[in-house]
């Protein structure tokens, strides 16, 4: 049986066949039928805007793909970085590749004191941590000269590094300041959910990030990247 579908419209009898590929047809092929048809189809719900080769998602099924790789098999073998490097790049990092990619994350991780004493400092005190989190996200572009720069290469991976390193950080500071507390500078020590959480809950100078919960911050990373 031929993988197509016909559509005929019912005013003229006019009739248009179009191939089906992936469970998906082109909605183009109403144009050919009449010029001025269009399909109206609220919050795309029968609506492939962009096909990725980065996820696979079928939430009536329970399937959640990065890669090809189902995400249960990455939860509970790998870390966020390596499914971070697995998204960006296409394929799990060697040990030598993710060494330099942990290396990297690692020593992007501080923010500019600017944005913390002159940008994040001026917000209201009760302002909303995700309103604070987009404008901070927003206002790194003003402190790398080079973040215009987009389509070179060089500087594009650069900008990926940046967010992926310091995105905890600015979390983290925005969740302080709605509670009133100090700022807590990345720990290079720790790991990526381990940091995350110190910079987060850190009271005083004997807290221990607990091993058990930094794994599950690993894997909720994993889950929503």
Same mark, same amino acid.
């Given at each position: 049986?031929?993988?197509?579908?016909?559509?005929?419209?019912?005013?003229?009898?006019?009739?248009?066949?179009?191939?089906?590929?992936?469970?998906?047809?082109?909605?183009?092929?109403?144009?050919?039928?009449?010029?001025?048809?269009?399909?109206?189809?609220?919050?795309?719900?029968?609506?492939?805007?962009?096909?990725?080769?980065?996820?696979?998602? &079928? /939430?009536?099924?329970?399937?959640?793909?990065?890669? +090809?790789?189902? $995400?249960?098999?990455? =939860?509970?073998?790998? #870390? *966020?970085?390596?499914?971070?490097?697995?998204?960006?790049?296409?394929?799990?990092?060697?040990?030598?590749?993710?060494?330099?990619?942990?290396?990297?994350?690692?020593?992007?991780?501080?923010?500019?004191?600017?944005?913390?004493?002159?940008?994040? &400092? /001026?917000?209201?005190?009760?302002?909303?941590?995700? +309103?604070?989190? $987009?404008?901070?996200? =927003?206002?790194?572009? #003003? *402190?790398?000269?080079?973040?215009?720069?987009?389509?070179?290469?060089?500087?594009?991976?650069?900008?990926?590094?940046?967010?992926?390193?310091?995105?905890?950080?600015?979390?983290?500071?925005?969740?302080?300041?709605?509670?009133?507390?100090?700022?807590?500078?990345?720990?290079?020590?720790?790991?990526?959910?381990?940091?995350?959480?110190?910079?987060?809950?850190?009271?005083?100078?004997?807290?221990?990030?607990?091993?058990?919960?930094?794994?599950?911050?690993?894997?909720?990373?994993?889950?929503?990247?």
């Amino acid at each position: 049986m031929a993988d197509t579908i016909t559509i005929i419209d019912d005013r003229t009898g006019k009739k248009v066949t179009v191939p089906i590929t992936d469970g998906v047809f082109s909605s183009s092929a109403l144009r050919d039928l009449d010029p001025n048809l269009f399909m109206y189809d609220p919050a795309y719900l029968s609506t492939a805007s962009c096909a990725s080769s980065i996820t696979y998602l &079928d /939430g009536e099924a329970g399937i959640l793909r990065y890669r +090809g790789y189902p $995400i249960e098999q990455l =939860a509970e073998n790998s #870390t *966020f970085l390596e499914v971070a490097y697995l998204l960006i790049n296409g394929q799990l990092p060697t040990t030598k590749e993710l060494s330099t990619w942990q290396l990297n994350v690692t020593h992007h991780t501080m923010i500019h004191e600017n944005m913390r004493k002159r940008f994040v &400092d /001026g917000f209201h005190y009760d302002a909303h941590p995700m +309103g604070m989190f $987009i404008s901070a996200i =927003a206002a790194l572009g #003003t *402190f790398y000269d080079d973040a215009k720069d987009i389509f070179e290469k060089e500087s594009f991976d650069k900008q990926i590094l940046r967010l992926v390193a310091k995105v905890p950080t600015i979390a983290a500071m925005c969740y302080r300041f709605s509670q009133g507390l100090p700022f807590v500078s990345p720990n290079n020590s720790l790991s990526y959910g381990e940091n995350f959480l110190n910079m987060m809950f850190r009271i005083g100078d004997d807290y221990k990030v607990d091993p058990v919960l930094a794994r599950a911050m690993d894997v909720l990373f994993i889950l929503h990247a």
